[in-house]
């Protein structure tokens, strides 16, 4: 009782102690993993620093294209009169029929008014200095508008006025300023790399929008999971492009130049490819143990099952020859009937233990049979008058159906243990009195031997089943005439040797099963 009893509790520890180890590994992938991200967090914060510093470097020299080289220095010297001598290539400022000159010359049309109104809080807070100059955005007419404006105060009289030189800008030329800064040295400092090498602006995407969002230049597409930092250019310069904004993107791929180490990589991949391998081998080891214990408990019935059939025999043999042995029968009759019933119950006994060997010898892969050319009649006939006898103790009556010219190519002893067994299933499950039929035909190179009962028959879902080891229907395991369960599958294992098949039909009636066998023809006519 103390081994059942450990029997029973040792695979449920094992269990428990697999199931702690995945958990422990679970528990293990989820802190590596944390470390790494919380690393890798720190490696995309230091990136993201040093793409802003990217970011305000693009803004300053942005600005300067601008703001010096594209409107203050073009602006000074069309106010000197030296616009003959600029060579400024796309030049920002519309020259032809646009430029204002307000306190001087008057100014006519429409934009006067807004003009007026524009500068003159410019002009009242004193911000409109001499020789300084201002950019104004504006939406005219649904349409974005910039206009640049140079200060300078009137000499001709004591009056603090200022004369006003106002420029449309062109802004479909200011992508060439705008892409000037990228063509320079790197925006990021070489002191960065720790000696690495430059960090050259190939690392970088730069994408500029102006007041209403829309994309008025990019140097190239943003790189799959860069790091973008969003700088507005603000009051840079002047304020030459107040308003817009730029969006710099950082590649990862230069982690390696400006963080020790690079961007570590994800190891969700790998520590998910562990876990699945982990809860695959617990897996396995959990079906290893349930189907050692059903091995166990297939053993251990399998155990109860032959020593019940070995009991039923011994113990008519043990009653009989004491019988003998003691001189205790009444007549010659009672005394022949004692020897049939110990010579039948000798041969119960000899094809159980047939039929362990054979199942032995099948599970170990050693068994083996010698096919051989012969005619199977005479052999048929020869095992059903050997089983006579434990028909007769069941009352039941067999009958031959046989083609006396057949002839196959197999091994006798394995065919005679295949219809002994057949003849015992028929026997042992089908009522008392019923009629087994034993047969024999030929066709197309085939040799037919069937075994016909009256019993309960065999569901068509459980007919490949049954002729598996230790396999049976769930009413003969509540039976008394219940066997050992390996009966069919040393029929199927010794029919597969002989290169035949075995199966199930239904029988001729409304009840009963039909057993069939198929082995070769013989390739000649035994002699």
Request: hydrophobic share 45%; charged share 25%.
């Amino acid at each position: 009782m103390a081994l059942r009893a450990r029997r029973e509790w040792r695979p449920a520890l094992i269990i428990a102690l697999l199931s702690l180890s995945v958990v422990s590994a679970i528990v293990l992938a989820l802190q590596v993993q944390y470390a790494v991200s919380e690393h890798r967090q720190a490696t995309v914060g230091t990136l993201r620093d040093d793409a802003s510093l990217a970011a305000a470097e693009y803004l300053r020299r942005a600005t300067i294209q601008v703001g010096y080289q594209g409107i203050a220095s073009d602006m000074g010297r069309l106010a000197a009169g030296e616009s003959a001598n600029l060579r400024i290539a796309g030049p920002l400022l519309e020259r032809d029929g646009s430029s204002l000159r307000l306190g001087g010359s008057p100014l006519e049309g429409e934009r006067r008014s807004w003009m007026e109104a524009r500068l003159a809080h410019a002009v009242a807070e004193g911000k409109a200095r001499e020789r300084a100059f201002s950019v104004v955005h504006e939406s005219l007419d649904g349409e974005p508008r910039s206009f640049a404006f140079l200060t300078e105060p009137i000499r001709k009289t004591s009056s603090p006025k200022v004369s006003i030189l106002g420029f449309a800008l062109r802004l479909e030329t200011l992508r060439s300023f705008l892409e000037r800064p990228l063509l320079r040295a790197p925006l990021l400092p070489e002191s960065l790399a720790k000696g690495k090498g430059p960090v050259g602006n190939t690392f970088l995407a730069v994408a500029v929008r102006d007041p209403r969002g829309t994309l008025v230049f990019r140097s190239r597409e943003p790189f799959p999971g860069g790091v973008t930092v969003h700088a507005p250019f603000g009051d840079t310069y002047e304020a030459v492009l107040a308003g817009y904004t730029a969006d710099v993107t950082l590649d990862t791929r230069a982690a390696p130049l400006l963080v020790s180490g690079g961007l570590p990589r994800s190891r969700l991949p790998f520590l998910l490819v562990m876990l699945l391998l982990s809860a695959g081998v617990t897996a396995a080891a959990i079906l290893q143990l349930r189907r050692e214990r059903a091995f166990l408990k297939e053993r251990e019935e399998f155990v109860a099952s032959v020593s019940h059939e070995l009991r039923t025999p011994l113990t008519q043999i043990r009653m009989f020859a004491e019988t003998l042995l003691l001189a205790r029968t009444r007549s010659e009759a009672e005394e022949e009937r004692a020897i049939a019933v110990i010579d039948r119950e000798a041969r119960r006994l000899s094809h159980l233990v047939e039929n362990v060997l054979v199942s032995s010898r099948a599970s170990r892969g050693v068994l083996s049979v010698s096919p051989e050319d012969r005619s199977v009649a005479p052999l048929l006939r020869e095992v059903v008058e050997g089983f006579a006898s434990v028909a007769e103790a069941r009352r039941v009556r067999l009958r031959l159906d046989l083609d006396e010219g057949a002839a196959a190519r197999i091994d006798a002893d394995a065919v005679r243990q295949v219809v002994l067994n057949l003849l015992d299933n028929a026997v042992k499950y089908g009522p008392a009195g019923q009629e087994v039929r034993v047969g024999l035909s030929r066709s197309d190179g085939v040799v037919r031997i069937t075994v016909e009962d009256e019993g309960p028959g065999i569901p068509p879902s459980d007919r490949r089943r049954v002729f598996s080891r230790f396999e049976r229907l769930a009413r003969e395991r509540e039976s008394t005439a219940a066997g050992a369960g390996i009966g069919l599958a040393v029929v199927r294992d010794l029919v597969i040797r002989m290169s035949g098949t075995c199966s199930i039909e239904d029988g001729p009636g409304e009840r009963g099963a039909r057993f069939v066998v198929e082995v070769p023809a013989a390739a000649t006519e035994p002699e």
